[in-house]
């Protein structure tokens, strides 16, 4: 059964499941945000069917539009036990008694594909989530733009210095950024570029970004005249492969049209010193966990495991975290699979001065 909430309105939807698997099968509830509008909604029903058919288990799904309906029916259900597995941002309110650790869950089941981000940590510390979905940033290519040309993406910072200089002798836009219009994306990842990843949000990462960013200006990376473009303008070029890279976010993933995604990759920008990051640029978006009743229960917490892994799987995640099966979905799941951790947001480490320190750096890159 599987029972979708939106609002507060409640559609109890029943699917045919074999007499012989309803009688053997364990019943889980889930509670999600995959519905309604939400792209990964198909793809997580289609989950849950091959993962009955599979094991024989039952799954009556709660998902909905996260508004105070659903969640105030999300913590009641979890508060009276009628809850098994949960996907939820962090801060929704629940707290160790009621969802079990990461750690301790990881401890028990090591290969359930759960993760330990520390960026996933509740105000008290603990961190009671897996992440399931991230918001990222990163550098997106256009390779058949690249492969036109004769170029290949580049694997280090050297090599993004160079194509850069090359795109732009052969007239064609290197990174598709407005730098005068909107550079915090730009900035986040020449931050985790610039300095190590542990020194992200601190002076030595600001000195890293002016760094990277001053290199790729100076290699015309931004088009010849980057003070009077447009990000609007900007992203177009890029969709529409007059552009061969540009800095974005998870949306961007969205948006790129179904025939391009084919020729679309996303990467994290080359670190300056050559030394591999662990973390991706950008902060976590929403989590599974498992409730403390569903793991007091041994056939509830077995079928729990099992549902864990098999959405948190490499071909899950494409399907739950990107824009489907394609390159573009391909290069996004290893991107968020090889990550330990996210590294927050330059703003958010530096509220009060970001905006001054950006427009400077911005300027000083550019030789305003």
Known sequence: MRKWI????LCAMLLTLAAGAQAAGVTLRTLTPFADMDFAAQAYMDILTAWEEETGNIVEDYSGLMDETWM????DMVNAG???VVVLPVGSGLDGA???????ILAASPDCGMKAFPAMAEADGAQLLSPVRLNWEALYVNLDVLTTLGLDAPATFDE???????LSGQGVLPVANALCDWPEIVLDCAALAGAPESEYGGQASLDGAKDVLTQLAAAGAFGPDPANMTDADCMTAFIDGAAAM???GDDLALAIPAERAASVMVISLPPADGQMRTKIAGTPDIGIGIT???WQDDARREAALSLVAALTKPESAMQLQSAGQSMLGASIAGLTAAAADCTGLLYDANPDGFDAW???TVNAALGM
């Open 6 to 9: 939106s609002g507060i309105v």
């Open 72 to 75: 105030a029916m999300m913590a």
């Open 82 to 84: 009628e809850a098994d």
């Open 98 to 104: 009621q969802l079990v650790p990461v750690a301790d």
């Open 160 to 166: 993004l210095v160079a194509l850069a200089g090359n």
């Open 246 to 248: 540009r800095f974005d």
């Open 292 to 294: 403390r009743a569903c």
């Open 358 to 360: 950006a427009q400077q």
